[in-house]
Nanobody
Framework: VQLQASGGGLVQAGDSLRLSCTAS????????RGWFRQAPGKEREFVAR????????RVAEFAKGRFTISRDVAKNTVFLQMNGLKAEDTAVYYC???????????????????WGQGTQVTVSS
C-alpha cells in the first residue's frame, strides 16, 4: 500500500488549506485512514481519523471547529480541510492507513501501518 499526500504549502494565519491523500489500493488494512503531524523537535501527534466503512470521524481537540476529515470513496482519497490556520499548525502532515478496530479509538501512531511521505504546512503569523 502506498499513500500519496499533497496539498501543503505556505499560507498566512487565518487561511485555509485542503490536504489530500490517495491510497494505491483499498484492503482490510486501509479501512482506517488518518492524519498526523510533526512539528520540529516534537513528537508526531494525532490530527484526525475516520473509518472508511462507516465514515466515523474524530479530530484532535486542537482541531475541533477548524479541521474536517472526509473521504472520496471512488477516488480512494481522504481529505483534511483545515480552516482558520494558526502559526502553531506549522508542521509536516502525514497521512496514514491501517486496519480499523472498533474497540480502539484509532488515534495513536501504532494503530496505523502505512504512512505517506508527508506534506509541509507552514503558517506565517
Amino acid at each position: 500500500v502506498q499513500l500519496q499526500a499533497s496539498g501543503g504549502g505556505l499560507v498566512q494565519a487565518g487561511d485555509s488549506l485542503r490536504l489530500s491523500c490517495t491510497a494505491s489500493t483499498h484492503t482490510l488494512k486501509t479501512t482506517a485512514r488518518g492524519w498526523f503531524r510533526q512539528a520540529p523537535g516534537k513528537e508526531r501527534e494525532f490530527v484526525a481519523r475516520l473509518s472508511w466503512a462507516t465514515n466515523d470521524a474524530r479530530v484532535a481537540e486542537f482541531a475541533k471547529g477548524r479541521f474536517t476529515i472526509s473521504r472520496d470513496v471512488a477516488k480512494n482519497t481522504v481529505f483534511l480541510q483545515m480552516n482558520g490556520l494558526k502559526a502553531e499548525d506549522t508542521a509536516v502532515y502525514y497521512c496514514a492507513a491501517g486496519r480499523w478496530i472498533t474497540s480502539q479509538p484509532m488515534t495513536t501512531k501504532n494503530s496505523f501501518e502505512y504512512w505517506g511521505q508527508g506534506t509541509q504546512v507552514t503558517v506565517s503569523s
